[in-house]
T-cell receptor, first 113, second 116 residues
């Protein structure tokens, strides 16, 4: 089955700096990699995702990169703002056609103003 | 688009009672819905997967008779926690996906259950 490891578990950055969170996965058949942001007391919100046919995807200040050979993908947030403070989860599907997602342990991001 | 709602957002109940949580996809037809449980400062733990009109598939270690799941329509799934006990207190979150993008999941806002 799929195993997803996420690092770091906590990350503190100064407002305006960049933040990078990394995940590794074990199943080479996985082909979809979403990132979720969860604020306190709320459900996870999909912020960006990438499929295995591309190596990078960007949406304003957020980007995701994928290295299929090394089986890792990363979330990049530039020009961080206090409202970026939250818990971020990466995930990967179980198998190529799996609709179940396996989640990483989460990263607490704190943006200090 | 892709909005999922949950009701109630929080519930407090006495030990031994049953609690029903509703999950609705508001602007799309959810072919599959998922139920997760999340303890404080932990990741999401998948409890079960349900497809409209068929029985839910439970993850290992999840008691089927304890957590009853019904997926009666393409827009509604319910989770009933039967004979709730304090250890069932948790944050329950549903998500939904549709056939065209089967591995994309859209999450509801979650339901905080506290059992006294």
């Amino acid at each position: 089955g799929e195993n997803v490891e996420q690092h770091p578990s906590t990350l503190s950055v100064q407002e305006g700096d960049s933040a990078v969170i990394k995940c590794t996965y074990s199943d080479s058949a996985s082909n979809y990699f979403p990132w979720y942001k969860q604020e306190l007391g709320k459900g996870p919100q999909l912020i960006i995702d990438i499929r295995s046919n591309v190596g990078e995807k960007k949406d304003q200040r957020i980007a995701v990169t994928l290295n299929k050979t090394a089986k890792h993908f990363s979330l990049h947030i530039t020009e961080t703002q206090p409202e970026d403070s939250a818990v971020y989860f990466c995930a990967a599907p179980l198998g190529e056609y799996g609709n179940k997602l396996v989640f990483g342990a989460g990263t607490i991001l704190r943006v200090k103003s | 688009g892709a909005v999922v709602s949950q009701h109630p957002s929080w519930v407090i109940c006495k030990s031994g009672t049953s609690v029903k949580i509703e999950c609705r996809s508001l602007d799309f037809q959810a072919t599959t819905m998922f139920w997760y449980r999340q303890f404080p400062k932990q990741s999401l733990m998948l409890m079960a997967t349900s497809n409209e009109g068929s029985k839910a598939t439970y993850e290992q270690g999840v008691e089927k008779d304890k957590f009853l799941i019904n997926h009666a329509s393409l827009t509604l799934s319910t989770l009933t926690v039967t004979s709730a006990h304090p250890e069932d207190s948790s944050f329950y979150i549903c998500s939904a996906s549709w056939w065209r993008h089967y591995n994309e999941q859209f999450f509801g806002p979650g339901t905080r259950l506290t059992v006294l």
